[in-house]
């Protein structure tokens, strides 16, 4: 019901930049989106949160990219954005779109869509 697509990763040198977007498509019912984002997973490591940003426009960052990247959208809410400034070896990862939507029935339900992943490396 929520597809959602990345693109944008590659290579870049330290200290370079990047910029991520995210398509969203949405078909049949899927209730309300609540937030989307980006996560991160390097070889090894848990998947962590990098960004996102809520449907009324609240963002949180990780500690470790906080002013270095910015996660934004279009006023449609179908893309979203991760722009990386100052990349460092350690952004090197493979990078997820991530979209939370909310169902209000008897119950409340919540259900997590991902992207397929684009790689982000980091290297001189």
């Known amino acids: 019901q929520v597809q959602l697509v990345e693109s944008g990763g590659g290579l870049a040198q330290p200290g370079g930049s990047l910029r991520l977007s995210c398509s969203r498509v949405?078909?049949?019912?899927?209730?309300?989106?609540?937030?989307m984002g980006w996560y991160r997973q390097a070889p090894g490591k848990e998947r962590e949160l990098v960004a996102d940003?809520?449907?009324?426009?609240?963002?949180t960052y990780a500690d470790s990219v906080k002013g270095r990247f910015t996660i934004s959208r279009d006023s449609s809410k179908n893309t979203v954005y991760l722009q990386m400034d100052n990349l460092k070896p350690e952004d090197t990862a493979v990078y997820y779109c991530?979209?939370?939507?909310?169902?209000?029935?008897?119950?409340?339900?919540?259900?997590?869509?991902w992207g397929q992943g684009t790689q982000v490396t980091v290297s001189s």
């Open positions: 991530n979209a939370k939507y909310i169902k209000l029935t008897t119950t409340t339900r919540r259900n997590n869509y």
């Open positions: 949405v078909s049949g019912s899927t209730g309300r989106l609540e937030s």
């Open positions: 940003i809520t449907s009324g426009g609240s963002t």
